[in-house]
């Protein structure tokens, strides 16, 4: 069964950047979909972005322009740069997959995105 972990989240100012990163174990993604997924207190968990196997990208409207997606399938990762952070941006994300980007059987646990004023 898959893992997924995630790291990189952290406190920053409005106006700064983050790169978040998604290790995968227990097997290779390479076939399958990836996708990041945000939840901010008293929300929904919300898509934010993801990329297909074939590399087709999609982005929440919230964050085009200013987040951006890619994977490596040697090593088995998925990292979301974010750029030009917002207060609003202020979320634990998630890394899935599963039969969709919009589909997500597996989960990780979760990084904390803090954006200052």
């Known amino acids: 069964q898959v893992q997924l972990a995630e790291s990189g989240g952290g406190l920053v100012q409005a106006g700064g950047s983050l790169r978040l990163s998604c290790a995968a174990s227990?097997?290779?993604?390479?076939?399958?979909?990836l996708a990041w997924y945000r939840q901010a207190p008293g929300n929904e968990r919300e898509f934010v972005a993801g990329?297909?196997?074939?590399?087709?990208?999609s982005y929440a409207d919230s964050v085009k322009g200013r987040f951006t997606i890619s994977r490596d399938n040697a090593k088995n990762t998925a990292d979301l740069q974010m750029n030009s952070l917002k207060t609003e941006d202020t979320a634990v994300y998630y890394c899935?997959?599963?039969?969709?980007?919009?589909?997500?059987?597996?989960w990780g646990k979760g990084t904390l995105v803090t954006v200052s004023a």
């Open positions: 899935g997959t599963g039969a969709g980007t919009r589909h997500i059987n597996y």
């Open positions: 227990g097997m290779s993604l390479r076939s399958s979909p």
């Open positions: 990329i297909t196997s074939q590399f087709v990208i």
